[in-house]
């Protein structure tokens, strides 16, 4: 048996790419060959410490690289859009981290530049890696939990003190974190959305994005099916330990995420509530990046991205992530969430957020991000 085919990866952006950097090192069939990273000096340093042979300061040099089959994307969210388009268009696989994009418009221009260029694109969304996700969904899909009733979405954060871009910034604008669980767990899509916003964030945040709510509150209908799904998501104003969470409520069985960090979630079997124990996933990966779902993987303790701290680690997503993206390379499938779904993802918080500027207005989904 010959052996596998092997991809040349660059990762772009190493605040939080460089994370990646020894995943894509250690897996079986990648080649880790080339970083990108606009400052020269702070690039070097991490090239260096991980011997990486290529580098480059401009992303449209990269992409002329003709060695080169995949571009990862780590840069900040307004640069996604543009460079995944780029990335597809100049004939590499693309996965980009999360927001896909910030407008419906850039959603639909990535749908079209994957159909165009026929390379995969993946929304690194790391919940639905997450170890307390692949929990929830082994065992709904074991039938343990019934039938499917309703599922809640919570993502509650304190943005003060991220880079100035990010001041005021609608809640639900970049939702992902925690649409995603509530659209995935049963293969759903959004059909149309209805959202409302509240309260207020500081004055003098409201005019870079034209939003003054502190809080978004969706209700997401989902395409063909009886089932919704509530999602609040949160940035600033508001006194509130980070919690990225997601609750399952279904017949048989149902899942409630801890209130507070570090305590045990809960399952209920009709009336009776257990504290569970969350096991690790990474038997679920090849053996050489097994180690990485419980340990920060680049300098964790000093250079960690402010999301992998105060998102405990992902949930030891990032190998799971890499691992789902290969994959599908290696196996002529779409990952998941490919393009389409992404933007169905995406979308249905940048709606969302459309709907609680018209006061609760019902918002559907465009053609083209459903499947």
Not at 311 to 320: D, K, Q, R, T
Request: with cysteine; net charge negative.
């Amino acid at each position: 048996m010959g052996s596998k085919k092997q991809y040349n990866v660059a990762v772009v952006g190493l605040s939080f790419g460089a994370e990646f950097i020894p995943i894509y090192q250690k897996y079986p069939s990648t080649n880790l060959v080339a970083v990108c990273q606009r400052t020269k000096e702070s690039m070097d340093k991490i090239a260096d410490a991980w011997n990486i042979p290529k580098r480059y300061t401009d992303y449209q040099e990269l992409l002329k690289d003709p060695e080169i089959d995949i571009v990862h994307i780590n840069t900040p969210p307004f640069a996604h859009a543009d460079m995944s388009v780029d990335g597809l268009l100049a004939g590499k696989h693309v996965a980009c981290t999360i927001p896909m994009a910030l407008t419906a418009e850039d959603c639909k221009r990535i749908v079209d530049a994957q159909k165009k260029s026929g390379k995969q694109y993946m929304m690194m969304e790391t919940v639905v890696y997450s170890r307390e996700y692949l929990f929830v969904k082994q065992l709904y899909d074991s039938g343990q939990m019934g039938k499917l009733q309703f599922l809640r979405g919570s993502h509650q954060q304190d943005m003060t003190g991220w880079p100035e871009y990010w001041e005021g910034l609608p809640p639900l604008l970049n939702a992902t974190h925690a649409i995603s669980p509530v659209l995935s767990l049963g293969n759903n899509q959004a059909e149309y959305v209805a959202c409302f916003g509240s309260g207020t964030i500081d004055t003098h945040m409201h005019d870079r994005y034209g939003s003054p709510f502190s809080i978004e509150t969706t209700h997401i209908k989902f395409k063909d099916s009886d089932l919704c799904a509530e999602v609040t998501r949160s940035l600033f104003g508001l006194a509130r330990q980070y919690r990225e969470s997601f609750d399952v409520y279904c017949s048989e069985k149902s899942f409630e995420w801890s209130m507070v960090a570090d305590e045990k979630h809960i399952i209920h079997t009709g009336e009776q509530p257990e504290h569970v124990d969350i096991p690790d996933f990474a038997h679920l990966l090849p053996e050489e990046i097994r180690e990485f779902t419980t340990k920060g993987v680049y300098d964790c303790e000093e250079n960690a991205h402010l999301s992998f701290i105060q998102g405990s680690g992902h949930g030891g997503s990032h190998p799971h992530l890499v691992h789902e993206f290969m994959s599908a390379l290696e196996e002529d499938r779409q990952p998941y969430p490919n393009a389409v779904r992404a933007a169905n993802i995406t979308c249905s918080g940048i709606l969302s957020h459309q709907s609680a500027l018209e006061g609760g207005k019902i918002v559907y989904l465009p053609d083209w991000a459903l499947e």
